[in-house]
């Protein structure tokens, strides 16, 4: 086996890294000298790990993400076991061809988590873990537990979300994760401070988890045991990593130089020393426990068993290239030269570079081994599920409520009413369940973990109005107050049906104004198309009283700018039901991507939806059961009243200031009949069908019409739109763009303060004074009569 293990390695160090030498210096790239990019010296630290991971100790119910620069020796795997094509490789980094980053949804190859920004990879095997545990408490898991690998270079150490993922897996006692660190010393500007894996180590060790360090490969371990190793060690484990990384790079005769210069003439060392020539002593100072394949195999084998464990394993940065240890080498790149040199070296004729068993002297016998590897023993390991029916529209009867209040009775009743999508909704929340109105649902459904915990409170008999027992089959998740781990809780649940074969419903509550906090990993989260109901709660300066740090102004931007995520911001009951049964299904769908000939969106593909809810009770309009109503909540807006045929103007509002556009409307309506009233439920939907079916009709559609423009052609030339939201205005002031109206857009752009909801909403002029003051301004000079 471990001749092949080897064979293999060299393979896939050679693909990897002319993979990237093509994109770089043999493919037009048709834009000049522009470089093209691809990390040789990164992929090369990685090469002997992901060997000894892929081709010996992973199974097929194991799921891994890939450091991102080790994309190469990923899609080189792929391409070794037939599941990625030359014609890919050879457009690495280039329009169609392999990505530059794995990805789930862009490459062919059979990618478990995507990876690309920083440290999110690194963290989503916790959540995927968590996740294997929620189904297996459950009795759902119909397959053998995998393990959650992260490949991980040692500069991801720096971001601060891996290490909020680390508490959050202990305090849900994570287990079956592995976490194999590249230990390469060097990052994109420079090399790692001294020490830092003592560091690393007790943090791990903190938060239980098995620590093996594998420093020293076979061939030091043996050298160490000759006469005089013990101070070869002794000066290898105290070289400060930048001078071993110069050294690797300056190769045998520099070895050799300092080593005697260091170690002085002390007989046995120099023996040891002098027993080598430059190639083996090379070979022997780069031999670290990364790139020795047999202790890769030892040490993957001895961590069998479920507790989450962290190989810090020593690695060469360029490892086995010209590269190897320059400091510059991160984003460097071998020149023509250096790459005439490395085939020489790997063995590679000329016109057999992409061969995928080009310099292996047994090649049947090697295809006999890759088709025992386990790992890709069942093929492609990407799963479905069955879709589940939504549970139908939950009618409310409230007369005054606010959305966050009637999102949390839906979930009630949807709790109480049960059903298969009742069943497979999984709620988290960091810390916030109770004040986002989750209370009901976990009464009911209760809280899960591993192993059952009672409520202290109520054993012992003290009131309370929440039920806090912990059970396998409990159905919330309760996070510490970290919205990063929120959102990537949503995106491994998100991704339950594709990586385990069930599908769940995860729903996450939040304080809209910290969505922010988790928006890199919501934007990841979008990338590897989980799907999910994120609700942002409560919203806007409407949370008057808790002042500017808890009010948001930005979030109904990012909802438009979201791809990936459909974003709404009801004002009403009815709308927010209507919302939440269309959401349960469209976070199933799985369709081509067609587009849809009404909205000119891909309804068929589906994905995640995000709700901006407000705290501030409205007064219900009456029950609309016109099918008409209901398919322009979903599709973005209706008309609240429709304009006349010579309105002067139109209102279009979002979201709780519902109330203030309606008053002002009521307050002109005297002088101006024709005035009409727009109900935006989604600028995101609204905004993305007008723009979908502009290129539509540039691709000769010529008939592609969006909901905007039908709703802002029956407008005449001089109406003007006053849009008006509590969030940004450049949320709605695109109307105006539609037909080319006069537009003033009302909104907050500024940090919110303490004060009444009324203070806040004159202050900031989105109030029923502000909007009927702009009307008046723009109809022509002539002052509109107000209603008393």
Same mark, same amino acid.
């Given at each position: ?14 693909l ?43 199974? $097929? ?6 450091k ?75 397959q ?37 660190i ?32 594998l ?43 300092r ?48 507790? $989450? ?14 590269? %190897? ?26 016109g ?11 090649v ?10 386990p ?49 497979r ?15 009901g ?50 995106? %491994? ?155 002067e ?8 200031? @519902? ?11 005297? @002088? ?36 905007a ?6 407008l ?40 009444t ?13 502000a909007?009927?003051?702009a ?14």
């Amino acid at each position: 086996m471990m001749d092949q293990l080897k064979v293999i390695e060299q393979r896939l160090l050679w693909l990897a890294c002319w993979m990237v030498h093509n994109a770089n210096h043999l493919r037009d790239k048709g834009d000049g000298d522009v470089k093209v990019g691809g990390h040789q010296a990164s992929s090369a630290s990685m090469v002997s790990l992901m060997t000894a991971l892929y081709f010996h100790a992973l199974k $097929p119910e194991d799921r891994v993400a890939v450091k991102p620069h080790a994309s190469p020796v990923f899609h080189a795997i792929q391409y070794l076991m037939g599941n990625q094509t030359l014609e890919k490789l050879q457009d690495f980094r280039a329009y169609g061809g392999a990505q530059s980053y794995p990805s789930r949804t862009k490459d062919v190859d059979d990618v478990d988590f995507s990876t690309g920004s920083v440290g999110l990879g690194v963290a989503l095997p916790i959540f995927a873990s968590m996740t294997q545990d929620y189904l297996e408490g459950h009795g759902w898991l119909k397959q053998p537990k995998g393990r959650m690998v992260a490949l991980i270079g040692d500069a991801e150490l720096d971001e601060g979300n891996i290490y909020e993922a680390l508490q959050e897996g202990w305090k849900h006692e994570v287990r079956n994760v592995w976490w194999i660190i590249d230990y390469n010393r060097q990052s994109l500007d420079g090399v790692v401070r001294e020490g830092l894996w003592a560091h690393m180590e007790q943090i791990f060790d903190a938060f239980g988890w098995r620590v093996l360090r594998l420093k020293h490969g076979a061939l030091q371990r043996a050298a160490f045991a000759e006469p005089g190793g013990d101070k070869l060690r002794a000066w290898i484990d105290a070289c400060p990593n930048a001078l071993y990384s110069a050294l690797t790079f300056r190769g045998g005769a520099a070895w050799r130089e300092r080593l005697m210069a260091d170690l002085g003439d002390q007989g046995v060392v120099s023996a040891l020393i002098d027993r080598r020539s430059d190639a083996e002593l090379a070979a022997l100072m780069e031999n670290l426990g990364g790139h020795c394949l047999d202790t890769l195999k030892d040490a993957f084998d001895s961590a069998q068993d479920e507790r $989450p464990t962290v190989f810090l394993a020593y690695t060469i940065k360029g490892w086995g290239t010209p590269l %190897a240890g320059h400091k510059d080498n991160h984003a460097g790149l071998m020149t023509p030269t250096q790459m005439e040199e490395f085939r020489g070296r790997m063995g590679v004729p000329h016109g057999a570079e992409w061969e995928p068993f080009a310099a292996v002297e047994d090649v049947a016998g090697l295809k006999a081994f890759l088709g025992t590897v386990p790992f890709f023993a069942r093929g492609r390991r990407r799963y479905t599920a069955e879709t589940l029916p939504a549970p139908g529209v939950v009618a409310l009867s409230d007369k005054m409520l606010s959305t966050q209040a009637g999102f949390g009775k839906i979930m009630d009743e949807i709790a109480r009413a049960g059903g298969p999508l009742a069943d497979r909704i999984v709620t988290t929340s960091p810390d916030v369940t109770v004040s986002t109105n989750l209370g009901g649902w976990v009464n009911r459904r209760g809280l899960f973990a591993r192993d059952p915990r009672g409520d202290t409170f109520r054993d012992e008999r003290i009131p309370s109005a929440q039920k806090w027992a912990f059970s396998p089959q409990g159905q919330h998740i309760e996070l510490g107050i970290a919205e990063m781990n929120l959102m990537l809780m949503l995106g %491994a649940a998100g991704l339950s049906h594709s990586l385990f074969g069930e599908r769940l419903i995860p729903v996450g509550t939040v304080y809209d104004p910290f969505v922010v906090r988790g928006l890199d990993a919501l934007n990841y989260a979008c990338y590897q198309d989980a799907r999910f109901l994120l609700v942002g709660t409560p919203s806007g300066v409407t949370l008057a009283p808790e002042g500017g740090a808890h009010q948001s102004i930005g979030t109904p931007l990012i909802g438009m700018s979201q791809d990936g995520l459909a974003s709404f911001e009801p004002a009403y009951l009815d709308e927010l039901a209507i919302i939440m049964d269309w959401a349960f299904d469209y976070m199933q769908r799985e369709g081509k991507g067609d587009l849809d000939e009404r909205t000119w969106l891909r309804e068929e593909t589906g994905g995640s939806v995000y709700l901006r809810l407000s705290t501030r009770p409205v007064e219900q309009v009456l029950r609309r059961p016109d099918p008409g109503f209901q398919q322009g909540v979903i599709d973005g807006a209706y008309w609240l009243r429709e304009p006349g045929p010579n309105a002067e103007v139109v209102i279009a509002y979002q979201g709780t200031v @519902a109330t203030e556009a309606i008053e002002a409307a009521g307050r002109m309506m005297g @002088a101006r009949r024709d005035i009409g009233v727009l109900a935006v439920t989604s600028a995101d939907r609204l905004n993305a069908g007008w723009t979908a079916a502009r290129r539509a009709r540039a691709r000769g559609h010529e008939t592609a019409t969006s909901l905007a423009e039908r709703l802002m052609g029956q407008l005449p030339p001089h109406c003007t739109l006053i849009t008006v939201i509590d969030g940004h205005p450049a949320t709605l002031s695109w109307l105006g763009a539609v037909a080319g109206h006069r537009t003033i857009p009302l909104g907050v752009e500024h940090f919110g303060q303490t004060g009444t909801i009324a203070d806040l909403y004159r202050h900031f002029g989105i109030d029923a004074d502000a909007i009927v003051a702009a009307a008046a301004r723009i109809t022509q000079g002539r002052p509109i009569q107000l209603r008393a």
